[in-house]
């Protein structure tokens, strides 16, 4: 149990274009979803918290009108990186809370490899 | 916010030996502590994690020690083998009963087990 899907794995896009990644929370609900970024050879660094049901909690120096964050249902989040450049390249995580056993660690996606062209 | 420090960043040991990597935190709130390893282009795996209500943990040939007062916390590695070879990280947050807030990493160390 406790599976987090991401889609897409991998995208390239040209510069100035949008570019939508699903996280979704397979076998459990979650209330709370987190998005990580990770520039190649450096660590996880967390972008916003995603809440079901309202407006995303963003981290310091994130550009909430850049990386728009829906959490429409209990199972899904989205993250839209808008406008794209080649500096936004790099690999993006997503994490689950289990709503129903919060004491779990949160459940990390697959991740999203971004590359602007 | 929180701020983690991690040493050191790169370690080589050899097979069979014991590898530890340390890790400091900034905000006394904080009382989860989990590490995962990463393989190259893959997702954090957790390998353990402890909270600050105890103060080591050890499941098989890992282990993790929490100092609350220094604000230190440490993973230890013994019999390592070449399957341990990956990058790990440390993190801090706080869970104040609803669940863990966001993670804050270390910076990561790579772990290099010769044969």
């Known amino acids: 149990g406790a599976v987090v899907s991401q889609h897409p794995s991998w995208v390239i896009c040209k510069s100035g274009t949008s570019v939508k990644i699903e996280c979704r929370s397979l076998?459990?609900?979650?209330?709370?979803m987190f998005w990580y970024r990770q520039f190649p050879k450096q660590s996880l660094m967390l972008m916003a918290t995603?809440?079901?049901?309202?407006?995303?909690?963003?981290e310091q120096g994130v550009e909430k009108d850049k990386f728009l964050i829906n959490h429409a249902s209990l199972t899904l989040s989205t993250l839209t990186v808008t406008s794209a450049h080649p500096e936004d390249s790099s690999f993006y995580i997503c994490?689950?809370?289990?709503?129903?056993?919060?004491?779990?660690?949160?459940?990390f996606g697959p991740g999203t490899r971004l590359l602007v062209l | 916010g929180e701020n983690v420090e991690q040493h050191p960043s790169t370690l080589s040991v050899q097979e069979g030996d014991s590898a530890v990597i340390k890790c400091t935190y900034s905000?006394?709130?904080?009382?989860?502590f989990p590490w995962y390893k990463q393989e190259l282009g893959k997702r954090p795996q957790l390998i353990i994690d402890?909270?600050?209500?105890?103060g080591e943990k050890k499941d098989q040939r890992i282990a993790v020690t929490l100092n609350k007062t220094a604000k230190h916390f440490s993973l230890h590695i013994t019999e390592t083998q070449p399957e341990d070879s990956a990058v790990y990280f440390c993190?801090?947050?706080?869970?104040?009963?609803?669940?863990?807030?966001?993670?804050?990493f270390g910076k990561g160390t790579h772990l290099i087990i010769q044969p």
């Open positions: 994490s689950a809370r289990d709503s129903s056993r919060p004491q779990e660690t949160q459940y």
């Open positions: 402890i909270r600050s209500n105890v």
């Open positions: 995603s809440n079901e049901g309202s407006k995303a909690t963003y």
């Open positions: 905000d006394s709130a904080s009382n989860y």
């Open positions: 993190a801090a947050t706080l869970d104040s009963g609803g669940g863990a807030d966001g993670l804050t």
């Open positions: 076998d459990f609900q979650a209330t709370t």
